[in-house]
T-cell receptor, first 115, second 109 residues
Framework: ETGVTQSPTHLIKTRGQQVTLRCSSQ?????VSWYQQALGQGPQFIFQ???????GRGNFPPRFSGLQFPNYSSELNVNALELDDSALYLC??????????????FGPGTRLTVT | DAKTTQPPSMDCAEGRAANLPCNHS???????VYWYRQIHSQGPQYIIH???NNETNEMASLIITEDRKSSTLILPHATLRDTAVYYC??????????FGAGTTVTVRA
């Protein structure tokens, strides 16, 4: 167990709808990263939040957005859902400090199905 | 980021050491080698990382060649619970991890 929790576990949405996924980071961690993992592929980086600010983004359109709260928990929002958004969404927390190498601890993921 | 090459799959006998190779011939001097694994339907799990010295922790050992162009992850006594996809990643730090296809390791009784 990593101490990173995600909700919900599973979710079914219809194309065009909006969805919000939630992540609670490990105690003491100030950074949250989100990844999308399509079936049979490795996780793909969506974006990272450090102290409530977006700290980098992967190759995902603007309809993927996020938030990080003062307690370092985070949300991933996806608007105008498409069938290809069906995937496992993973949240990872870490503690980022200047000049220090750090590892990420992943949650169990949210399985999103878009029909 | 330096790209990595891993075999797509490998089998290992339970109780034996599993040696997982990774090639990263374009690695830069300040890039670390990270290993993560993903057991079916779970989130990836951090295993170990290193820069140029060999590293060991409670899960595994990481052997990096002197020229740093390749490395080997060693699971000293593989168990059935070690069956997973293993990812070798090269990064300056593990911000924005870039996962490839990894190696599917199957441990057989």
């Amino acid at each position: 167990e990593t101490g990173v929790t995600q909700s919900p576990t599973h979710l079914i949405k219809t194309r065009g709808q909006q969805v919000t996924l939630r992540c609670s980071s490990q105690s003491g961690h100030n950074t949250v990263s989100w990844y999308q993992q399509a079936l049979g592929q490795g996780p793909q980086f969506i974006f990272q939040y450090y102290r409530e600010e977006e700290n980098g983004r992967g190759n995902f359109p603007p309809r993927f957005s996020g938030l990080q709260f003062p307690n370092y928990s985070s949300e991933l929002n996806v608007n105008a859902l498409e069938l290809d958004d069906s995937a496992l969404y993973l949240c990872a927390s870490s503690n980022q400090e200047l000049g220090r190498v750090y590892e990420q601890y992943f949650g169990p993921g949210t399985r999103l199905t878009v029909t | 980021d330096a790209k990595t090459t891993q075999p797509p799959s490998m089998d290992c006998a339970e109780g034996r050491a599993a040696n997982l190779p990774c090639n990263h011939s374009t690695i830069s001097g300040n890039e670390y080698v990270y290993w993560y694994r993903q057991i079916h339907s779970q989130g990836p799990q951090y295993i170990i990382h290193g820069l140029k010295n060999n590293e060991t922790n409670e899960m595994a050992s990481l052997i990096i060649t002197e020229d740093r162009k390749s490395s080997t992850l060693i699971l000293p006594h593989a168990t059935l619970r070690d069956t997973a996809v293993y990812y070798c990643i090269v990064r300056v730090n593990d911000y924005k991890l870039s996962f490839g296809a990894g190696t599917t390791v199957t441990v057989r009784a």
